[in-house]
T-cell receptor, first 116, second 113 residues
């Protein structure tokens, strides 16, 4: 499968705690992206990490990528109630025909609830 | 607002009717994508355009679905003879090249009754 699979499917934490979610995949990738989606809304891009990168930061977000294990993690530090959302990893595959590498394939997401 | 725009935001239709959705991408983005998302699931890829050329279609896109991007700008997604199983959020995204982030619209929520 080209899509990523997030783990856990759901996460409930207290405000101020850190939230960690993981994405595992099976294909070779060109890059991996994380998106956030608030209930009933569109997706918002968080971070893009390329296959030759191991870690990226953006504010309270930290993404790691281990291509040998075909996995990525997203860490949200010092969580806030406003971080309550679904988080998705999306892959740009480098396998297969050229056109197939142009789309992003999404996993099922991790639903994060941050309790105040 | 220079983001991706989708219309309508909500559509309720009776089973068997045809519906058409529109997506206006960010103007300089030549790549446009359609996804479908059902409750509690991640977005599923439907189809992809580079300029006006439809370069890939998912097997999810049955014969009742058709998408166009006639001038390489806005795109339409039409569903003919809608079924209850078509009820979902239809998302459009665009980006300038495959190595960058995708920008998503707010989606069109379709309910087939």
């Amino acid at each position: 499968s080209q899509q990523g699979e997030e783990d856990p499917q759901a996460l409930s934490i207290q405000e101020g705690e850190n939230a960690t979610m993981n994405c595992s995949y099976k294909t070779s990738i060109n890059n991996l992206q994380w998106y956030r989606q608030n209930s009933g809304r569109g997706l918002v891009h968080l971070i893009l990490i390329r296959s030759n990168e191991r870690e990226k930061h953006s504010g309270r977000l930290r993404v790691t990528l281990d291509t040998s294990k075909k996995s990525s993690s997203l860490l949200i530090t010092a969580s806030r109630a406003a971080d309550t959302a679904s988080y998705f990893c999306a892959l740009r595959s480098s396998d297969g025909i050229k056109a197939a590498g142009n789309k992003l394939t999404f996993g099922g997401g991790t639903r994060v609830l941050v309790k105040p | 607002d220079t983001g991706v725009s989708q219309n309508p935001r909500h559509k309720i239709t009776k089973r068997g009717q045809n519906v058409t959705f529109r997506c206006d991408p960010i103007s300089e983005h030549n790549r446009l994508y359609w996804y479908r998302q059902t409750l509690g699931q991640g977005p599923e890829f439907l189809t992809y355009f580079q300029n006006e050329a439809q370069l890939e279609k998912s097997r999810l896109l049955s014969d009742r679905f058709s998408a166009e991007r006639p001038k390489g700008s806005f795109s339409t997604l039409e569903i003919q003879r809608t079924e209850q199983g078509d009820s979902a959020m239809y998302l459009c995204a665009s980006r300038p090249n495959p190595n960058t982030e995708a920008f998503f619209g707010q989606g069109t929520r379709l309910t087939v009754v």
